[in-house]
């Protein structure tokens, strides 16, 4: 704070800028997408006060991915013509290997029927 005194009287003046909750709001919710210190630029705060409202807030200090990168190989494998409908599918065996994020590895050989195939999706992805 600085101040002026003029004979009786103290003149203090305040020379913190005052951000309003919307304001606050707003930039919090773009540390969820983009860099603090590219929305610290943006909105005119110091880092600091980003973290410090982040903090507040009960953000955590990491962003989480909207969408994880997952790697995908396609093992190489005979060519084979694709079935035009399900009755038309492939009577030899395959065999489909999934391994998730955490090292998990999910196996199915022999004739896979596609109705089970999509529960194992949908149960993968919860």
């Not at 093992?75 to 079935?83: D, E, F, Q, T, Y």
């Amino acid at each position: 704070m600085s101040g002026h005194i003029s004979g009786d009287d103290i003149i203090v003046v305040d020379t913190r800028r005052r951000w309003s909750e919307a304001e606050r709001q707003r930039a919090l919710e773009d540390t969820k997408s983009s860099s603090v210190s590219s929305v610290a630029r943006k909105h005119g705060v110091a880092k600091s006060l980003l973290f410090r409202w982040r903090k507040e807030a009960g953000l955590s200090g990491k962003r989480r991915s909207l969408a994880p990168f997952v790697p995908v190989r396609i093992a190489a494998s005979p060519a084979i013509g694709l079935p035009t409908s399900a009755a038309a599918a492939p009577s030899e065996p395959g065999s489909i290997e999934i391994e998730l994020a955490d090292g998990t590895k999910l196996r199915m050989s022999g004739t896979v029927k596609s109705e089970a195939l999509k529960h194992v999706i949908a149960a993968l992805r919860g």
